[in-house]
């Protein structure tokens, strides 16, 4: 895979710049592109100082009564505003997918100029909000296919995402992107108020030994899936799931080892969402040299049916995830 070699950690170079050096690879690239890239940011921002009052507003709904009396907003929607806001004046926008909204909005169609889907989890992991834990916003980029589909010309397979990442709110405010050239990490200095790339080139360490899904489930998984856990106990893993699919999925991607939600006897076909969850997180995990797959194929592969489509989800390096495929395949 090429790689951006100009880049390393002791460079100052914002996502805003990395954005325009990406685009100048293009010559044919309009810029319009970066536009959606920076309104992500910013979203990012924008919700991350949300984010950081959310004990201290009192109009932010974390799962508490508003002793104020005054109507409160659950942070979910508010994400799903903020990131509406910073996307919807951008021209070549052609549609905006939210997990908070019943249906995909199409905004233009290609005729009209609009470019690019951009599909998204505005804040997965909110249950975990007032209690410390790092949440996170997903994105994943189509190109706005309009002649595939009038109707859905967001239901495309997830190879063809033109980028794809999250930005987990944690103990510090990170942002993982990939343009489908390897994957970056930027780290949002709020001294500056901008993301600073710490980590370009990321790669999935391979043969970590940490699992980490949801156990509480495990009598109702598939006996393949439970003989694997069996083998992970035996021979020394260690688990770790916090329920945040970002935090869960970066940790993965930093420490390598194996992530995965599995059909279970609730969620038959898996709880996650493919369109922006399992795909945009499958294509970071793969462009840093790991593997998605949901057990009986890769998950970029998948043609969807629904923007809210379900699937089950295996990501991490690639010795976790084949030995994981191996068994259940037994
Ligand atoms: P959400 O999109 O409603 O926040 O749900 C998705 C979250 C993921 O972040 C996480 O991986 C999973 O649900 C945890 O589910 P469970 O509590 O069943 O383990
Ligand atoms: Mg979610």
């Not at 805003?16 to 690239?29: C, G, K, V």
């Not at 959606?36 to 919700?47: F, N, Q, R, T, Y």
């Not at 950081?52 to 009564?65: A, E, F, K, S, T």
């Not at 997965?124 to 595939?148: C, K, M, P, Y």
């Amino acid at each position: 895979m090429e790689r951006p070699p100009k880049y390393t950690a002791d460079n100052l170079t914002t996502i805003q710049s990395f954005i325009l050096q990406e685009a100048r690879r293009h010559p044919n690239a309009s810029g319009e592109f970066s536009w959606l890239l920076s309104a992500i940011a910013l979203a990012g921002k924008v919700i991350a100082a949300k984010i950081r009052r959310v004990h201290l507003d009192p109009v932010l709904d974390i799962g508490g009564d508003n002793v104020h009396g005054e109507q409160q907003k659950p942070m979910d929607l508010v994400a799903n505003e903020i990131i509406i806001r910073c996307l919807g004046d951008r021209t070549d926008l052609g549609l905006l997918g939210s997990e908070e909204e019943t249906e995909p909005v199409q905004l233009r169609s290609a005729e009209e100029g609009g470019k690019y889907s951009v599909l998204f989890d505005p804040l997965d992991g909110s249950a975990n909000l007032g209690l410390g834990v790092g949440v996170g916003t997903i994105f994943s980029i189509l190109r706005h296919e309009q002649a595939l589909d009038a109707e859905a010309p967001h239901l495309q397979i997830g190879r063809k995402q033109v980028a794809a990442g999250y930005i987990l709110y944690g103990p510090s405010t990170v942002l993982v992107l990939s343009t489908g050239r390897g994957v970056h990490m930027f780290s949002l200095d709020p001294a500056v108020g901008a993301f600073v790339l710490v980590r370009p080139d990321l790669m999935i360490p391979s043969g970590g030994k940490t699992y980490s899904l949801n156990e509480a489930n495990a009598d109702s998984f598939g006996p393949g899936w439970r003989d694997w856990l069996s083998g992970c106990r035996r021979t020394g893993w260690r688990s770790r799931y916090i329920g945040s699919m970002v935090a869960d999925v970066h940790r993965t991607l930093l420490e390598g080892g194996v992530f995965a939600y599995p059909p279970t006897a609730r969620h038959t076909e898996g709880k996650l969402r493919l369109m922006y969850e399992a795909n945009p997180m499958a294509f970071l995990i793969e462009q840093a040299g790991g593997r998605g797959d949901t057990g009986e194929g890769p998950i970029l592969d998948i043609k969807p049916t629904h923007v809210h489509q379900r699937v089950p989800v295996i990501l991490g390096d690639q010795v976790g995830v084949d030995q994981l495929l191996k068994t259940l395949r037994r």
